[in-house]
């Protein structure tokens, strides 16, 4: 299989790479473009830890391939911080203690965002649904489920 | 190290919930974990495995793989050595199959080549002829004298009549007269229990990257809960010298005991020896559920005696545990741990264990007890039923406390059962109304707790602030707690202290990251390090001073005279002493190195309350309260959140998570989608309420809380379930099917 060139935006920046027209996603951000932030949990779509945005819509990485990036804006974990300012979801998991581990983070941060694009004021149960895609083995999801909401009252200037 | 004599002292910073320090590189994607390494060069390793439960290999031909373009190395069971310790070759044989592949998933051959698609391309190569033998997987048949032998020569000594070559351990524990306890019961219920093997689960698969030199010199970096056992257990396996391979752990998704052993690094080792490049390892999901973990499945018999009012006069169980394909000794955990929250005057347990054709077992969060305890508590559930007894006041009645003897030897010291108990007792949770179709349950739960080998340093940098090298992987927050202790011992802000974990030529050895044993014995080396560095800090002020050593004392932050008598002088800051210390000796530092004892017994209670629908036979979990004595809480939060994370470990353990073997031997439902892990949705908040009973064995009373949160869910919820439908249940998971099942046979 000849390699393709891809041309895309990621994270804002015009990026461009070639990858196998199998190739998934998370294998060109991981392996060939250095932006390990998104992390293989499964590779079949099943624990969210390698979610990014692809035109603002939430997706495993997993599950799309490189190829599908061409012309697209791709969002990653990262670029969520604004330089050194921490996104308030960001900020927040690291003053609600979300995190054990932290392998599930960058996906359920990603994902958080999205939702709260979506709807900045969100029900705990609308939270943990919207998170259910998004496996984390450590916490139980309290802590992360209580940072979310933090976060989403911050955002919202509450 | 014993508790400081002023047990009352007032913390500054223990207590408190500043930052992780390794918060921001997590939640910006920087921190480095086990498969986001790279090396120059770097090969990419891939694992051939066994299709079969149960085969003889009677021959390998690697020629056509070897010949393909781009493949490096192809490395099979010839490529090791045999090592003499009997439990290093079984780890050396799990990690490649020697003449038998002993269950679906063991490995068998391993390649490394230039890209993942040729290696996978090679594995497709491999010629590998089998001849398929009879398997076994159930706990039960393996013990049966007519069973599939998984491995010849390995039972146990003096096997008893009419059991199988299967059998590799049995342990007892126990005191008192049985016959005579049993006899002064007003009730006996005598039960028996299944629970199904379930995988740690950690979202990270195992990943390695591995470098050995020509000169004989290794690096191997990787995701692990202990870098010194995987140097040792690689070094024993390369048969090279442990200070040859220097071992780093990166940051770790997870492990919950399951990586506390070696599955990839030793093949990724022989691979880049043979190779002569850097080779990365890092498995699929599948590999990870098929070859790796998972706890033991068990199959329990208990019986119980109790007087009308509550008092337990007889306890006895007999538990058979299966570990997978090699000796396993959890059941003696097991075994040691079902009666442990009781007081009792006579108690046996007795364990079995046996081999079967599964995945070698790898610790999961207190080892053998969870199941062990389900079963108990499940019967001692049903005796307060048929009593007409509040579970709570038994429970209370029959604790263990302070000078017990414990049912496995020991006599107890300071423990929190009691406490948490009566707090359960009080909490609003145990008075609240239930619905139609819902029930409540609660379980005690129980871990030893471990000390072990640690080594700490601390040196004070010339600015005043202090790094400490320890060497246990921070697997949920441990750098913040020791950095929290040796702040508070120091007297100097939490910031000012930063937390490495140093890679094994780096600092001496630590045991594993288990026992829930971090943040207990690295920081009471941590405090003794401190306690070190300031006697240090004493002396020279004393020297510029030119009074006695002994006549300076350190309080928050500050070397200060000891009396008019020692003269007077203004106190000096650990930062004016270290800016100076140049001049005054040198660089000053502080460490620590102990093989810890004390670690102090750990107890928790599980309040629940579930709704069952009979029509499904779902189960949802509404409220959830955890109890649990953690001594004295360094990080809360980090507290919190085992007891919440070891919490839904045992609500997925109880309902739905399970290995499920065909009629082939083989694995069904190897993936995250079919082996299902608990997700946000199915759970509520899980509230907690921490007890500080201080432990006599630490300076400042901790005890370790990893372990403990995982062993009461299981019986908790089973009981909660069993009295929601009025119907006990002795299986686990209680999945939708076996609820409606059993359900149908309910008349
Ligand atoms: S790695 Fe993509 S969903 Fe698990
Ligand atoms: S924090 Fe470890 S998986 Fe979520």
Redesign the interface.
Same mark, same amino acid.
């Given at each position: 299989m000849k390699n393709i060139h891809v041309s895309t935006t990621i994270n804002g920046d015009p990026t461009e790479f070639i990858c196998n027209p199998d190739e998934s996603l998370l294998d060109v951000l991981r392996n060939r473009l250095g932006l390990t932030g998104a992390k293989e949990g499964c590779g079949t779509g099943d624990c969210g830890a390698c979610s990014v945005t692809v035109n603002g819509r939430l997706v495993c990485s997993c599950l799309v391939l490189g190829v599908e990036a061409e012309a697209a804006e791709v969002e990653t974990i990262e670029g969520m911080a604004n330089g050194e300012k921490l996104h308030p979801l960001q900020q927040h998991f690291i003053d609600g203690a979300a995190l054990q581990c932290g392998v599930c983070t960058p996906g359920i941060l990603v994902a958080a965002k999205a939702l709260l694009e979506k709807n900045p004021n969100p029900t705990d149960t609308e939270v943990r649904y919207w998170l259910a895609g998004n496996l984390c083995r450590c916490t139980g999801y309290d802590k992360i489920i209580k940072a979310v909401q933090s976060a989403a009252a911050e955002m919202r200037g509450a | 190290m014993a508790l400081d004599e002023n047990g009352k002292r007032i913390f500054k910073v223990v207590g408190t919930?500043p930052?992780?320090p390794?918060?921001?590189d997590?939640?910006?994607? %920087? $921190?480095? !974990?086990g $498969?986001?390494a790279t090396a120059p060069g770097m090969l990419q390793g891939h694992i051939l495995r066994s299709p079969h439960a149960h085969a003889r290999i009677k021959s390998i031909d690697t020629s056509e793989a070897e010949a393909l373009s781009g493949v490096k190395a192809v490395v099979t069971a010839k490529d090791f050595g045999l090592p003499d310790d009997e439990s290093v070759l079984d780890v050396q044989d799990n990690c490649m199959a020697r003449d038998k592949a002993l269950y679906d998933g063991h490995p068998v051959a391993a390649v490394a080549a230039s890209s993942a698609?040729i290696a996978k391309k090679a594995l497709k190569l491999i010629k590998v002829d089998y001849e398929i033998l009879p398997h076994v997987t159930d706990v039960d048949e393996a013990m049966k004298p007519d069973a599939p032998i998984v491995q010849t020569g390995r039972a146990m000594e003096d096997l008893p009549d009419g059991l199988s070559e299967n059998v590799t351990y049995h342990f007892e524990f126990g005191h008192g007269d049985m016959d005579a306890g049993f006899a002064k019961a007003d009730k006996i219920i005598e039960r028996s229990f299944k629970t199904a093997a379930t995988h /740690?689960? !950690?979202?990270?698969?195992h990943a390695c990257l591995a470098s050995m030199n020509s000169d004989g010199k290794g690096e191997l970096w990787c995701c692990t809960q202990g870098q010194f056992y995987v140097r040792e257990l690689c070094a024993d396996i390369m048969q090279m010298d442990a200070s040859q391979l220097r071992v780093t752990a990166s940051?770790? &998704?997870? &492990?919950?005991g399951g990586k506390t052993t070696v599955f990839i690094e030793p093949v990724a080792l022989a691979l880049s020896r043979k190779s002569g490049r850097p080779v990365k390892i890092?498995m699929? %999901?599948d590999e990870v559920f098929r070859a790796t973990g998972p706890t033991v499945s068990s199959s329990t018999d208990v019986k119980i005696g109790m007087t009308k009012d509550g008092r337990i006069t007889a306890a006895h169980a007999t538990l058979r545990y299966q570990g997978g394909a090699f000796p396993c000794g959890t059941v003696q955990f097991g075994a040691q741990s079902a009666f442990a929250a009781y007081d009792l005057e006579a108690v046996q347990t007795i364990g079995w264990s046996a081999l079967t054709n599964r995945p070698k077992e790898a610790a999961y969060r207190a080892p053998g007890a969870p199941m062990a305890i389900y079963a108990v508590e499940s019967v001692v559930d049903e005796l307060c039923q048929e009593l007409n007894l509040d579970p709570l006041d038994v429970r209370l009645k029959n604790a263990a406390q302070k000078g017990t003897k414990s049912s496995y030897g020991p006599t107890f010291d300071d423990i929190g059962l009691k406490a948490t108990l009566d707090a359960a007792k009080a909490h609003p949770h145990y008075a609240a109304p239930l619905g139609p179709n819902q029930g409540r349950g609660l379980s005690c739960g129980f871990w030893f707790n471990f000390g072990g080998n640690t080594c700490v340093s601390m040196n004070l940098n010339f600015d005043g602030t202090v790094g400490i090298t320890e060497g246990n992987p921070d697997? &949920?927050?441990s750098r913040a707690s020791i950095s929290q202790m040796a702040a508070e011992e120091l007297g100097i802000p939490y910031e000012k202290v930063r937390t490495i974990v140093a890679d094994t030529n780096s600092i001496g050895h630590n045991d594993v990251t288990d026992g829930s044993r971090v943040t207990f014995a690295v920081g009471l080396a941590t405090i003794k390090a401190a306690r070190e560095a300031i006697k240090e800090m004493c002396t020279r002020v004393a020297k510029i001073w030119d009074i006695d050593a002994d006549a300076v004392y350190w309080e928050d932050g500050y070397a200060k005279p000891s009396g008019p008598n020692a003269g007077t002088f203004d106190p000096m800051s650990l930062e004016e002493i270290a800016a100076i210390s140049a001049q005054t000796g040198g660089p000053i530092a502080g460490h620590h190195e102990v093989n810890a004892d004390g670690a102090g017994v750990s107890f928790g209670v599980h309040l629940v309350d579930v709704e069952v629908d009979p029509e499904t036979g779902a189960t949802t979990v509404l409220r959830y309260t955890v109890f649990q004595d953690a001594g004295k809480a360094i990080?809360p939060? !980090?507290v919190?959140?085992q007891m /919440? &994370?070891?919490?839904? /470990?045992g609500i997925g353990w109880a309902l739905n998570e399970e290995y499920i073997y065909g009629e082939d031997g083989l694995l069904q439902n190897p993936?995250?989608?079919d082996y299902r892990?608990?997700?946000?949705?199915?759970?509520p908040?899980?509230d907690t309420v921490i007890l500080e009973i201080p432990n006599p064995g630490h300076p400042y009373g901790v005890r370790g809380v990893g372990e403990t949160p995982i062993v009461p869910p299981l019986a908790a919820i089973s009981n909660a379930v069993s009295r929601a439908l009025d119907l006990r249940m002795f299986e686990l998971p209680m999945s939708p099917p076996k609820i409606l099942k059993a359900l149908s046979s309910k008349v």
């Open positions: - | 919930r930052p992780r390794d918060g921001i997590k939640v910006t994607g %920087r $921190a480095m !974990y $498969a986001d698609a /740690q689960g !950690y979202i990270e698969p940051e770790i &998704g997870g &492990g919950f890092v699929t %999901r697997i &949920g927050g990080h939060d !980090y919190e959140g /919440q &994370g070891g919490a839904v /470990q993936s995250l989608l892990i608990p997700v946000a949705s199915d759970l908040n899980i």
